[in-house]
């Protein structure tokens, strides 16, 4: 069972930065994949970024160039740095990986974009 915690949410002006942060409880190299999903208040959860153990990454074209996925193998940990944040960005953001054929999914972190 893999255990992935997010961390990095929180209150953010129109225009600001946040980068979020997902903790495995095991080596990333084991998983296929990782990603970020979101979901805002009364819509379905959607795609924002994924990679994969190649590096190949995949997100929307809405929102390539302003949110960037990383990882840090020696932390076991992904991120996903956020950046000109708008006010539809608001959502919960989720953190996910792909592991032998079984998704893993985080509980969530709150990103509320406010002024």
């Known amino acids: 069972q893999v255990q992935l915690v997010e961390s990095g949410g929180g209150l953010v002006q129109p225009g600001g930065s946040l980068r979020l942060s997902c903790a495995a409880s095991e080596s990333i190299f084991n998983f296929y994949a990782m990603g970020w999903y979101r979901q805002a208040p009364g819509k379905q959860r959607e795609l924002v970024t994924t990679?994969?153990?190649?590096?190949?990454?995949t997100a929307p074209d809405a929102l390539k160039g302003r949110f960037t996925i990383s990882t840090d193998s020696a932390k076991n940990t992904v991120y996903l740095q956020m950046n000109s944040l708008k006010p539809e960005d608001t959502a919960v953001y989720y953190c996910?990986?792909?592991?032998?054929?079984?998704?893993?999914w985080g509980k969530g972190t709150l990103v509320t974009v406010s002024s």
């Open positions: 996910h990986v792909l592991r032998r054929g079984v998704d893993y």
């Open positions: 990679i994969t153990r190649g590096g190949s990454t």
